[in-house]
T-cell receptor, first 111, second 116 residues
Framework: KQEVTQIPAALSVPEGENLVLNCSFT??????LQWFRQDPGKGLTSLLL?????REQTSGRLNASLDKSSGRSTLYIAASQPGDSATYLC??????????FGTGTSLTVIP | GAVVSQHPSWVICKSGTSVKIECRSL??????MFWYRQFPKQSLMLMAT?????????EQGVEKDKFLINHASLTLSTLTVTSAHPEDSSFYIC????????????FGEGSRLTVL
């Protein structure tokens, strides 16, 4: 069974810093990978989707990459802002529709 | 586009009663919907996968008679927690994938269930 680890579990940074969140899969055969943001008591908001033929995606200050050989993904957040404070979850699927989720990284950006 | 709506957002019920949670795709047809459960400070646990017009596929350890899932149309799936008990209190989230699957999941806002 696919297991997903996210490091660090929690992160606190001052506003303006660039930061990297990490995600790794025990089975490196990832077909699609998606990064989400979750605010307390809320559902998930999709941030970036890396599809099977892709290795990287960018949206604004966010950049996600996927190394399929190692089963690792990183989410890079540039110039962090207090509004970025949330829990970030990565999820990947081997085939079909079933996504496996990581346990998340709780990010706090201090003004 | 790709909005998924869940209702209700919050529900409190007495032990022994049943609660229904709806998940709707508002602007697209969802051939497949997923139901997850999330405990505080934990990640999402997939409960079941439902395809329109067919029986849901439940994950190991999830009681299908307790968590009834119906996916009667391409825009609506429902989760009914039957004879709820306090240990069923949790955050339930649905997600949907579009017909012509692109690999992207869209999530509802979640439903917080508290069983007294």
């Amino acid at each position: 069974k696919q297991e997903v680890t996210q490091i660090p579990a929690a992160l606190s940074v001052p506003e303006g810093e660039n930061l990297v969140l990490n995600c790794s899969f025990t089975d490196s055969a990832i077909y699609n990978l998606q990064w989400f943001r979750q605010d307390p008591g809320k559902g998930l908001t999709s941030l970036l989707l890396i599809q099977s033929s892709q290795r990287e995606q960018t949206s604004g200050r966010l950049n996600a990459s996927l190394d399929k050989s190692s089963g690792r993904s990183t989410l890079y957040i540039a110039a962090s802002q207090p509004g970025d404070s949330a829990t970030y979850l990565c999820a990947g699927t081997n085939t079909g529709n079933q996504f496996y989720f990581g346990t998340g990284t709780s990010l706090t950006v201090i003004p | 586009g790709a909005v998924v709506s869940q209702h209700p957002s919050w529900v409190i019920c007495k032990s022994g009663t049943s609660v229904k949670i709806e998940c709707r795709s508002l602007d697209f047809q969802a051939t497949t919907m997923f139901w997850y459960r999330q405990f505080p400070k934990q990640s999402l646990m997939l409960m079941a996968t439902s395809n329109e017009g067919s029986k849901a596929t439940y994950e190991q350890g999830v009681e299908k008679d307790k968590f009834l899932i119906n996916h009667a149309s391409l825009t609506l799936s429902t989760l009914t927690v039957t004879s709820a008990h306090p240990e069923d209190s949790s955050f339930y989230i649905c997600s949907a994938s579009r017909a012509g699957y692109t690999g992207e999941l869209f999530f509802g806002e979640g439903s917080r269930l508290t069983v007294l």
